[in-house]
């Protein structure tokens, strides 16, 4: 199986902060990389998919990049319905399998 | 747009099996471009995706290895949904339990539609 490893786990940031999450897979998975939001209660939220195209409805301050094992997510200037939890996927094959999350919290 | 309603019983006793069902509006379970998948999340194992069920001239099924044993998703055509069962369930599987599309004209294979959730607990 594929691992993915997010870092950092948490992190407290202000609003306007610009926010850097990476996420590292243990081989090659091309742009197969995705990323969810997901808040408390709720089921998680497409942001990004095939590591930098941005899902339709979802604000321009979200970025992504990367290829081959290394990939990021960039929120430019941090809102207050950012405070959540983040999560990198993989759908090179299957198994799929996810990160263990970011906690985006206020600072 | 596409909607994915879950339903199925919240509390399955040790042994038994865990059935839930994920209504599909606005796409197809049969569509020749999408995948239909279970995924549960638990504070001890986080985001874990159980299988996938899609149509590609014919059916084809994906499982997890850790439940591959335990696990059937069926497809049903004439209510244009699809089911999960999780035979002799344990405590350990306890978690909210979800059902995704993939689509990988839209959304590359990304999970774009998630269903509401279910929180499924194993207990006597």
């Known amino acids: 199986d594929i691992q993915m490893t997010q870092s950092p786990s948490s992190l407290s940031a202000s609003v306007g902060d610009r926010v850097t999450i990476t996420c590292r897979a243990s081989?090659?998975?091309?742009?197969?990389l995705n990323w969810y939001q997901q808040k408390p209660g709720k089921a998680p939220k497409l942001l990004i998919y095939a590591a930098s195209s941005l899902q339709s409805g979802v604000p321009s301050r979200f970025s992504g990049s990367g290829s081959g094992t290394d990939f990021t997510l960039t929120i430019s200037s941090l809102q207050p319905e950012d405070f959540a939890t983040y999560y990198c996927?993989?759908?090179?094959?299957?198994?799929?399998?996810f990160g263990q999350g970011t906690k985006v919290e206020i600072k | 747009q596409v909607q994915l309603q879950q339903s199925g019983p919240g509390l399955v006793k040790p042994s038994q099996t865990l059935s839930l069902t994920c209504a599909i509006s606005?796409?197809?379970?049969?569509?020749?471009?999408?995948?239909w998948n279970w995924i549960r999340q638990s504070p001890s194992r986080g985001l874990e995706w159980l299988g996938r069920?899609?149509?590609?001239?014919?059916?084809?099924?994906d499982y997890a290895v850790s439940v591959k044993s335990r696990i059937t998703i069926n497809p049903d055509t004439s209510k244009n949904q699809f089911s999960l069962q999780l035979n002799s369930v344990t405590p350990e599987d306890t978690a909210v339990y979800y059902c995704?599309?993939?689509?990988?004209?839209?959304?590359?294979?990304?999970?774009?539609?998630w269903g509401q959730g279910t929180m499924v607990t194993v207990s006597s």
């Open positions: 996927h993989h759908s090179y094959s299957t198994p799929r399998t």
């Open positions: 069920t899609y149509y590609r001239s014919k059916w084809y099924n």
């Open positions: 995704a599309r993939e689509s990988p004209r839209v959304s590359g294979n990304a999970f774009d539609i």
């Open positions: 081989q090659s998975i091309s742009s197969y």
């Open positions: 606005g796409d197809s379970v049969s569509s020749n471009s999408a995948a």
